[in-house]
Structure formats: structure tokens, C-alpha cells
């Protein structure tokens, strides 16, 4: 008898035992399901949430540095407050900057603040409201949908106008076009010239989709009067990236006036820190997710283990008519992990079954899909604890002399 025939016949025998005892089968795939479903939608909502969280950075560009007095990663806790005692950025600095980089294609100080926008009746709380200058529009490669962004007329001599986010429009006007109408943000009214594009992702949940972006001098007249600045420089050429940091902090310690010898009183950031940061959280959840589902796994595996040690104990004679008229050892051993394997693929079908229609209520909350490498992974999981959980209850049946299983009650 060939591996093939061997195959077939114990998956027709191991699916009889199966059927033959259904509500056995089905109690004891419980904790495989619960372990594949922990695993599923845990990999669904890191890679949603992965995928989202790069193309929302990513939109940004990788041309693009971040002057603040802070670190956006802060190593310790004194770093953390030896950034909070750092002297402000002015706008000094950034005219400064404009005029001593070379190797910069756009420069644009930038404030922000939380406040009440308000139109007619409709109000949101909380909206991010950004003050600077026309070249955002260049140094966060944003796309306007419809109207316009500010110009440097606009910029320089504060006219109350504004550009909405994709999401803080639909908030306020819910599908109405909102070009030329007046909002209040605070207690000050601003027109509307411009709505942009939507980036989705992460960037929507309290990022660039849901910010209202006004002159600087109206931000700094209306909202804050001595705002703690960014600087957000584009470099004219992504390769000279690390000539030009070093460009950047030479003209910046020149701006603070920095004796030789004395640390940067400032930072230099860019945005592979924000996914470096990223991955290393994910990698942490990811971590607690394996050692939660393992710990599933490892129950459903014992569970699996217990019921084909108590079917080998009742198919002994079986296993003895089998072995008497000339079945190996190999073929004997693989009927039983044909079995097990079986029970914990069907219990990673039946997952999955569960996992996919949670993943679309899980994509309402936050990004989640559910892809076919998971699928994969999911299904191979099961059948690798399955040939796990079996093998010892399988090679004690292999195992088992042809003479004494015969003389089984």
C-alpha cells in the first residue's frame, strides 16, 4: 500500500470516526476555535491598522523634517522634561531657516490648537485647528478637493479665511457645499476657500482629515498668542536627506545661538521615528496576542490530545484487526493524526467562519481586513496543532501489539 492509498483511507476512516461522534467532536474543537479566532482577528487588526498607519505617514513623504523643541520619541522620562524646559521655536527661526538653507524647497512654521467650530446649528468640540502659511500645502503634500488652499496674500496679511479637512466638512455642512460660508471657530467667524482631499486611514482619526487650517496670523491674533512652533522643512532632493539634517541643525544652533560643545536644544525629527515607534508597538501587541492565543492553543491541544487517547482506547480491537491482517505501523499512526489534524481544521473553518463577519464590525471601529496570508496562517495553525496534539495518542496506537488489542473487551 502506497503513502497516497494510506492518505486517503485513514482521512475515509478518520471522517467516520468524526461524523460517528459529533457532539464529542464539536465540544472538543471549542478551544481550537477560540485559539484560531484570537489569532485571526488579532492578525487582521495589526495589519489593518499597519497598513493604514504607513500610508497615512507616508503621505506625508520622506523628504520632509520636523523642527520642535522635542523629540516625538522620548527615550526616558528626563528627556521628556528636559524637552518640556527647552526654549520655544519663533517665527524668527523659521524666516531664519528660509533664508540660510540651501538644500530646502519649502519651510512652514506651524501652531496648533483645540477649539468649538460652530456653523449654523451644527457645532463640534475639539476640532484641530492649525495656524501657518501657504507652503503646508506643500511640506504635507495635501490635495484640495474643491476650492482652494490659502495663498501668501492670505497668509501674510491674516485675512479670516480657512481650509477644511475632508472629515471636519462633512461634520459641519453634511454634504452641503461649504465654499464661501462662514464658520465660527471660537468666537471668531472665518470663510471657507477650500475642503481637501481625504486621506483616510489613521490620518482621519484626529489627523490632517479632521483639521481646519487657517492664516497664521489669525491663528496667533484669535486662538494663541504665544504658540509653542514646529518647523516642517522639505528638502529639494529625498538623497540629500542626511546632508541637509546636517544643514538643518547647523543653521538652528547658529538661530539659538549655541556655544560649541553644548547639546541641541531642539530636535530634528522625521517620519520613520513615527513607524519605528509604530512597529515596536506592534511587535509588543503582537507578542501579548501570541502568548494569549497560545495559551487558547495549548488548552484546545490538550483537549484534543485527552478525546484521541480515549477514541484509540475504544477502537483497540479495531486497531488490532487492522494490524492482524497487515496494516503497518506508518499507516496506523497516520489514521489517527489524519484525525486529529481533521478535527482542528474543521475547528479553524469554523473560526474563520466566526472571524470573518466580526472583522467587518471590527473595520467600523477601527482598520481591519482580513487577508488571505491569514487565512492561511489561521488554517495552518490548526493543522500544525493538530499533528501536535495527536502524535502521542497516535504512536501509542501505532505502537500497540496486534496479539493484545485483539484481546480488548
Request: with cysteine; aromatic share 6%; proline share 4%.
Amino acid at each position: 500500500m502506497n503513502l497516497f492509498t494510506e492518505l486517503r483511507e485513514g482521512l475515509s476512516i478518520s471522517w467516520s470516526a468524526i461524523r460517528a461522534n459529533k457532539l464529542r467532536s464539536a465540544l472538543t474543537t471549542l478551544g481550537i476555535v477560540i485559539g484560531i479566532v484570537t489569532v485571526t482577528l488579532m492578525g487582521t487588526a495589526i495589519q489593518g491598522l499597519n497598513s493604514s498607519f504607513v500610508q497615512s505617514v507616508s503621505s506625508i513623504g520622506a523628504d520632509v523634517l520636523f523642527v520642535d523643541r522635542r523629540n516625538w520619541i522620548n527615550q526616558s522620562a528626563q528627556d521628556w522634561i528636559r524637552g518640556q524646559k527647552r526654549p520655544p521655536l519663533t517665527l524668527a527661526m523659521a524666516d531664519g531657516l528660509a533664508r540660510q538653507l540651501t538644500m530646502a524647497s519649502a519651510i512652514a512654521p506651524v501652531a496648533d490648537d483645540n477649539a468649538d467650530v460652530k456653523y449654523k446649528k451644527r457645532r463640534s468640540s475639539g476640532v484641530n485647528i492649525i495656524g501657518t502659511t501657504e507652503n503646508y500645502e506643500i511640506t504635507m503634500g495635501l490635495t484640495v478637493e474643491t476650492g482652494r488652499f490659502l495663498t501668501a496674500g492670505e497668509c501674510s496679511g491674516g485675512r479670516p479665511v480657512c481650509v477644511l479637512g475632508a472629515m471636519a466638512a462633512t461634520n459641519l455642512f453634511q454634504g452641503e457645499s461649504p465654499l464661501g460660508e462662514k464658520i465660527l471657530i471660537g468666537q471668531h467667524q472665518f470663510e471657507v476657500v477650500g475642503v481637501l482631499e481625504k486621506l483616510g486611514g489613521m490620518a482621519g482619526n484626529g489627523g490632517v482629515d479632521d483639521q481646519i487650517i487657517i492664516p497664521l496670523p489669525q491663528f496667533t491674533q484669535n486662538l494663541d498668542h504665544n504658540p509653542d512652533y514646529e518647523m516642517q522643512i522639505k528638502i529639494s532632493h529625498v538623497e540629500q536627506m542626511e546632508d541637509a539634517v546636517e544643514e538643518v541643525r547647523v543653521v538652528m544652533r547658529r538661530l539659538r545661538q549655541l556655544p560649541p560643545g553644548t547639546p541641541d536644544n531642539f530636535a530634528i525629527n522625521q517620519q520613520d521615528q513615527f513607524l519605528k515607534l509604530f512597529h515596536q508597538l506592534a511587535g509588543t501587541i503582537g507578542g501579548v496576542g501570541l502568548f494569549i492565543t497560545g495559551l487558547s492553543l495549548f488548552v484546545g491541544g490538550i483537549g484534543i490530545m485527552n478525546i484521541m487517547f480515549v477514541s484509540v482506547a475504544e477502537r483497540t480491537r479495531e486497531i488490532g484487526v487492522r494490524k492482524a491482517i497487515g496494516a503497518k505501523r506508518r499507516t496506523i499512526l497516520l489514521q489517527f493524526l489524519i484525525e486529529a489534524a481533521s478535527i482542528c481544521l474543521l475547528g479553524g473553518l469554523i473560526a474563520l467562519a466566526i472571524a470573518w463577519p466580526a472583522t467587518l464590525l471590527l473595520n467600523k471601529v477601527m482598520p481591519s481586513s482580513l487577508s488571505l496570508g491569514i487565512v492561511g496562517v489561521a488554517l495552518l495553525v490548526s493543522l500544525v496543532t493538530g499533528v501536535l496534539s495527536g502524535f502521542f495518542p497516535a504512536w501509542r496506537a501505532a505502537r500497540m501489539n496486534p496479539v493484545d488489542a485483539l484481546r480488548n473487551e
